[in-house]
Each structure stands twice: as structure tokens, then as C-alpha cells.
């Protein structure tokens, strides 16, 4: 099961990943793969490198499986719930509960940050800004307070910080395929 889960992860990316991030100026797979090294740098702890580097993975399904798009002004901006999405598939696969969590949770830090601090939203990029729209807006008073209760409330607010950097047109591509060792031993975690 394990090596079939990962050539389809690999599937995904291979198929899809080389399209446009949302109107950012890397495509998926480069934002993803940005996103997995800083992980990597910052926290050096295997599931959430991987947790990272797949986040955005709810997106390449929404391709793969015609999903719903969050559609704004005409323009694409990926899969509707594609947290969800992403976590769910991961969790099928068998993933760590981590790595599963920080895919689910990612969006969720977006919108917590913004309604946290309101400068916070001026720093987002448009498309960025644009998608908040069909996430759900900034979080009630509620919702920040349970989403601040979790365990891995600062890793996923990490994660968000580097899901804002991983939009770097400089930085070496890098492939998928160089992180089929990091999916294999995450899997065999479980």
C-alpha cells in the first residue's frame, strides 16, 4: 500500500502540479516543494516537512477529480475546501494524524491570522486575499479561540508563514520525485 500511495501522490504532481499557483508566479509544485524546505530548515521534524510539502495538495485532486473551484472575477483559484480535501485523501492513504492535520489546518491559520491582526490582511498577496473570500473570511471570536487550543496551533501558524514565503520565482524548482524517500518513511510511520 505504501509504495502505491506514493506513486499516486507522485501521480498527482506529475500531472498537474506544473500549472499556475493561483495566480502567484510559480506553479504548485514549486510552491509546495518551497514550502516542504522551509519547513525542513526551520523545524528539521519529518512529518511536518511532509505535512508541509503536501498542503496544498487538496488542489491537484480538485484537478484530478473535476471538484468545485473557487471561482472569482473568472479566474480559477483551485479547489473549493481543498484543506479538506488534501486531508482527507492523505488520512485514506494512511498518513500520520500530523501530517494529515497540518493539510487540514492550513487554511484555517489564514483565517485566524487575519482576524487576529488586520494589518495582517494588507501583507496577503491578491490571490491570496481573493480565496480568503471562499474560505470563510476572517474567523469569529469563537472560532479563534478553539483553533488557538490546539496542540498544533503553532506549527500550523509556522506552516501558514511559510506557505506565504514558498512563492519564490529564484529558488531551484526541485522535483517530487526527490522527496519519495520522505513520503515512504512517513508512511511507514504508521
Known sequence: MTE??????????????????????????QHMIQCGRLAQQHMNNLQVTVG???????????????TVSMVTDDQDLGAKDHDTIGGNYLRELCFPSLVCELVSGHVQAKRYLVYKDK????????????????????????????????????????????????KNMESPPGSIEDYRDYLNQVLHLQ
Not at 502505491?4 to 509544485?29: P, Q
Not at 508541509?52 to 473535476?66: C, P, T, V
Open 4 to 29: 502505491k500511495a506514493v506513486d499516486d501522490i507522485i501521480r498527482l504532481f506529475n500531472l498537474y502540479g506544473e500549472t499556475n499557483y493561483l495566480g502567484e508566479s510559480v506553479s504548485k509544485t
Open 52 to 66: 508541509a510539502l503536501l498542503h496544498d495538495i487538496g488542489h491537484l485532486i480538485g484537478i484530478d477529480r473535476n
Open 119 to 166: 494589518k495582517y490582511y494588507e501583507k496577503l498577496s491578491p490571490a491570496s486575499k481573493m480565496t480568503l473570500e471562499h474560505q470563510g473570511g476572517p474567523m469569529s471570536q469563537q472560532e479563534a479561540e478553539k483553533f488557538s487550543n490546539s496542540p498544533l496551533f503553532d506549527v500550523i501558524l509556522s506552516m501558514r508563514k511559510w506557505d506565504e514565503l514558498a
